[in-house]
């Protein structure tokens, strides 16, 4: 999170929050209520009036239009990584799981992911573990609440498979014997599909895709709980993909694994 770590970045925000709030004439103002120095306060501004962010009129502190656009933006950014964060946080004090073992209420369960969902089986150690909120039968969903540990969990990986765009033929041009070749080494948990071109490629070989709307999203979600997801996916639209994933790995600890398959064409 840029924001939390880059300590200019953090301060030019602090001082354009504050010149938009309320006037200011002096830079010791200023200064004083970011508890920094006269000196690093003009420092600050200099570079900000030079990068078209603060503007100084009859003596008064101003943010441009520039310097709005630039609070606003990065105080969504910190608005969302919070907002996030405080979920991840909600979760703590009390999650769900599917028991794969009968439990009654009480017990102590240890939690795992298993193809991507969490799993609570009742005396089965665990390095994460719960006590269950009220009874449940097997593949029912059970409360855990006084949580301790971390479920164990490994990222899975992302395959990103290029197929033939429309103008090279489209799924015509592709060897439907690679796409089950490729489905039987890898053994993917999940399937997703891009556009017409993937989704009659992936139908010819057999296969049901798991994912076909908000297909990106949806196998990132996956392959964070630890799940092998192949994307199908004409030419054109790789380097999104790629793109997508780079920025969200620029922004997460754990990062998303992800290779590009070429499959090879008809013969």
């Not at 943010?63 to 990065?74: C, E, I, M, P, Y």
């Not at 009874?135 to 059970?142: G, I, L, S």
């Not at 639209?237 to 754990?254: A, K, P």
Request: overall charge neutral; glycine content about 6%.
């Amino acid at each position: 999170m840029k924001i939390l770590r880059d300590l200019r970045l953090t301060t030019e925000l602090l001082i354009l929050l504050e010149v938009v709030i309320s006037p200011h004439f002096r830079l010791k103002s200023i200064a004083d209520k970011l508890d920094i120095t006269v000196q690093g306060a003009s420092e600050y501004l200099r570079r900000m009036k030079k990068e078209g962010k603060i503007q100084n009129i009859g003596g008064e502190y101003r943010a441009t239009k520039k310097g709005v656009d630039f609070l606003h933006s990065n105080f969504l950014v910190l608005k969302e990584f919070v907002d996030s964060k405080m979920a991840e946080l909600s979760i703590i004090d009390l999650c769900a799981a599917t028991a794969k073992t009968p439990i009654s209420e009480g017990d102590e369960v240890g939690l795992f992911m298993e193809n991507g969902v969490l799993t609570a089986y009742s005396g089965k150690k665990s390095d994460s573990k719960g006590i269950a909120q009220w009874d449940a039968d097997v593949d029912e969903d059970v409360a855990i609440k006084d949580l301790d540990g971390m479920v164990s969990l490994s990222p899975g990986t992302m395959h990103i498979v290029r197929l033939p765009s429309i103008r090279e033929g489209g799924s015509k041009s592709v060897s439907i014997r690679e796409i089950k070749r490729l489905n039987e080494k890898l053994s993917f948990d999940r399937i997703g599909v891009m556009d017409v071109v993937s989704k009659a490629a992936v139908k010819k070989a057999g296969l049901k895709p798991d994912f076909e709307f908000a297909t990106l999203n949806a196998a990132i979600e996956a392959v964070k709980k630890g799940l092998s997801v192949a994307i199908f996916t004409s030419r054109d639209q790789v380097h999104n993909i790629v793109s997508t994933v780079e920025e969200l790995n620029g922004q997460i600890e754990d990062k998303i694994a992800y290779e590009i398959v070429n499959l090879k064409k008809t013969d």
